[in-house]
């Protein structure tokens, strides 16, 4: 089993920057990919972004150019870098995790964190 602890979350103001951690742990973490994802009520969870297992890495459209996903194969964590955030940006983000990219980016995945909140304000 994969369990994922999501930190960093937090309020910023808008146009600031927040950084997101993912830790990993009970399976090899460099045969894992990984993504974030973000959820605001009433709504279905978003894909944000995903980074394979050998660093390939893929976008929503929404943060393109803002947002920057990257792993540290060494600590088992996945990091979500967030700059110049938006109002919109608020949401609970997930963690998730699965063997492949594509599964991931699906929403398919088979292992997910708790969440953690981040709220801009205008």
């Known amino acids: 089993q994969v369990q994922l602890v999501e930190s960093g979350g937090g309020l910023v103001q808008a146009g600031g920057s927040l950084r997101l951690s993912c830790a990993h742990s009970?399976?090899?973490?460099?045969?894992?990919?990984l993504g974030w994802f973000r959820q605001t009520p009433g709504k279905e969870r978003e894909f944000v972004a995903a980074?394979?297992?050998?660093?390939?890495?893929y976008y929503a459209d929404s943060v393109r150019g803002r947002f920057t996903i990257s792993r540290d194969d060494a600590k088992s964590t996945v990091y979500l870098q967030m700059n110049s955030l938006k109002p919109e940006d608020t949401a609970v983000y997930y963690c998730a995790s699965d063997l492949t990219s594509r599964t991931v980016i699906e929403g398919s995945s088979g292992y997910w964190g708790q969440g953690t909140q981040v709220t801009v304000s205008s």
């Open positions: 980074i394979s297992w050998n660093g390939r890495t």
């Open positions: 009970g399976r090899t973490f460099s045969d894992y990919a």
